[in-house]
Structures are given as structure tokens and as C-alpha cells.
């Protein structure tokens, strides 16, 4: 149990940092940190004490293994993580070109 | 399960040292231990694929983060009222993590999973996909449909970041 609790806070470090900082790179490394802490969240609730990992192997028989569907989940996660951080990272450079700034304060002109 | 707790420690340190240092080369760096943690605890999780795939897309991630901030490093303003914003935050924070805490007893607990779906994945996979990794065969095969997805998600993000990217612009008439 006090795995998940830590785990969620790890969360909640990310969370903090989207919502506190002004500086968009800041953002972009929060949202990656609660990328990691769900993809963890979801390997956690599969995990099974003493399991073995879910692959089999000729000579042996299976006992328990962990849970092979969040596994394939995560994986599919990990990889679409990836790819959006690099859409983020590009936009934000080009922000950067545009305004000469990360702060978001100061990213107004389609301000109302 | 010590290691796990370490680990686990180690992360939210790294996460908490990428939050607040001040320069950002130096949270791009700590955000890179944060991952290769995450990498050691799936191996301790029995989870090797997710290990392997997770070290090479941290990997990747570092470059193209890197690649944000090279010549960028920025000191960070810190002035302004955002005090409010502060409170709000962190009460938002605190009641998150309580009702968390009394809500995570109704979970199954850690290391006791319910196995309602991939028990039938543990019996039947190797019989009827053939794979002897049964992570394998249930993205491939069984739930071959969200690879399809993943797939088309990936190259939209692509397709979106050669576009944002892109030196030449439309040509003006």
C-alpha cells in the first residue's frame, strides 16, 4: 500500500510543477513526470508477490506471473508519451522563435 | 520489496530536484534520473519489456528536451504575485493525497492483483498465439487493435511536429 502512496506522490510533484511554474520547459518536464508516475501506477496494480515475469520459458512451469495486460498497456503508453513530448517540445520552440521567451506570463498577444 | 521503496524514494527526490533547481539544463538532467529510475523499477517489477522500452525512450526524450534548452538557459523570473496561486496548489495537493490515502484501501491490495481478464492471457496465450512472451502476444495478437492505434498516434505526432517545425512557409501571393 505504501507503494501506491508514494507513487502518487510522485504524482502530485508533477502536478505542482504544471500548475506553479512559468516557464514552459518547467511544464513540459511536469507532464512527463506524471506520465512516469501513471505508467508506474498501472505496473503496480499488476504486480503480484513473488511473481515472475510474464515469459515462458521451455523447461520450467508457471507458477504466477505478474500481470501480462497491464504490461502491454504500459508499453503502448510509454511509446504514445514519447511522441507527444516531442509535439510539445516543438511547439515550444517555436514559441520560443516567436517571443524570445518561455515565460507564460508574457505569451499574450491572442490575449483577449 | 525495500528496493522498491528506494527506488521509488530516489524518484520523487530526482522529481522534486527537477521541479525547483534553477537552471534547466540541470532539470533536464535530474528529469533523466527520474526515468532511469523508473527504468530499474520495472525491472523489479518483473516487467522487462516496459524496462527496455522505457530506457530508450528516456534516452530519446533527453535529446530532444536537450535540444529545447541548449542555447536557452534562461535564468527564471521569480517575482510577481503568485502567492494565491501557491495556496491554492498546495491545499489542492493536500486534499488530493488524503482522499487518495483513505480511498486506496478499497484497491486490491499490493501484490494481489485480480487477474479477472489476463488469467484467461496466461492460460491461453502461448496456445493460441504461439509467443512465449505473453506481453507480446497480447499487443500483438490479442489486443492487436491498439497497437493499430498507437501506431496512427505516433504519426500524427510526427506528422505534427514536421509541420510545426518546418523552415519554409506558405508563400504569400
Given at each position: 500500500m505504501s507503494a501506491y502512496f508514494l507513487c502518487l506522490v510522485l504524482f502530485c510533484v508533477g502536478l505542482y510543477c504544471i500548475l506553479r511554474k512559468r516557464n514552459?520547459?518547467?511544464?513540459?518536464?511536469?507532464?512527463?513526470?506524471?506520465?512516469?508516475?501513471?505508467?508506474?501506477?498501472?505496473?503496480?496494480?499488476?504486480?503480484?508477490?513473488?511473481?515472475?515475469?510474464?515469459?515462458?520459458?521451455?523447461?520450467?512451469?508457471?507458477?504466477?506471473?505478474?500481470?501480462?495486460?497491464?504490461?502491454?498497456?504500459?508499453?503502448?503508453?510509454?511509446?504514445?508519451?514519447?511522441?507527444?513530448?516531442?509535439?510539445?517540445?516543438?511547439?515550444?520552440?517555436?514559441?520560443?522563435?516567436?517571443?524570445?521567451?518561455?515565460?507564460?506570463?508574457?505569451?499574450?498577444?491572442?490575449?483577449? | 520489496m525495500i528496493e522498491l521503496h528506494l527506488l521509488l524514494l530516489f524518484m520523487i527526490v530526482g522529481a522534486i530536484v527537477a521541479v525547483e533547481v534553477g537552471d534547466l539544463i540541470s532539470s533536464v538532467v535530474a528529469v533523466g534520473a527520474v526515468g532511469l529510475g523508473l527504468s530499474l523499477v520495472f525491472l523489479v517489477l518483473k516487467a522487462p519489456d516496459l524496462a527496455i522500452t522505457?530506457?530508450?525512450?528516456?534516452?530519446?526524450?533527453?535529446?530532444?528536451?536537450?535540444?529545447?534548452?541548449?542555447?536557452?538557459?534562461?535564468?527564471?523570473?521569480?517575482s510577481g504575485r503568485w502567492h494565491f496561486n501557491t495556496f491554492s496548489t498546495l491545499l489542492f495537493i493536500v486534499v488530493f493525497l488524503l482522499l487518495a490515502f483513505i480511498s486506496l484501501h478499497d484497491l486490491p491490495g499490493f501484490g494481489k492483483p485480480l487477474l479477472r481478464v489476463a488469467s484467461n492471457y496466461l492460460r491461453e496465450g502461448f496456445l493460441r498465439t504461439g509467443s512465449a512472451n505473453l506481453v507480446t502476444s497480447v499487443i500483438l495478437d490479442f489486443r492487436a487493435y491498439d497497437t493499430l492505434g498507437e501506431a496512427t498516434v505516433l504519426f500524427t505526432a510526427v506528422m505534427g511536429v514536421m509541420v510545426v517545425m518546418r523552415r519554409i512557409g506558405r508563400k504569400k501571393e
Open positions: 514552459l520547459i518547467k511544464i513540459i518536464i511536469g507532464l512527463a513526470i506524471i506520465e512516469y508516475a501513471v505508467n508506474l501506477f498501472f505496473v503496480l496494480a499488476g504486480y503480484r508477490i513473488h511473481g515472475r515475469a510474464p515469459i515462458l520459458a521451455a523447461d520450467q512451469e508457471i507458477v504466477n506471473m505478474v500481470d501480462p495486460l497491464v504490461q502491454a498497456i504500459v508499453l503502448t503508453a510509454i511509446v504514445i508519451g514519447l511522441a507527444t513530448t516531442a509535439l510539445i517540445v516543438a511547439i515550444a520552440i517555436r514559441i520560443y522563435d516567436k517571443y524570445g521567451t518561455f515565460d507564460i506570463t508574457r505569451i499574450n498577444k491572442l490575449k483577449g | 522505457q530506457l530508450v525512450v528516456e534516452i530519446l526524450c533527453l535529446i530532444i528536451l536537450i535540444r529545447a534548452t541548449i542555447k536557452r538557459d534562461l535564468p527564471l523570473i521569480k
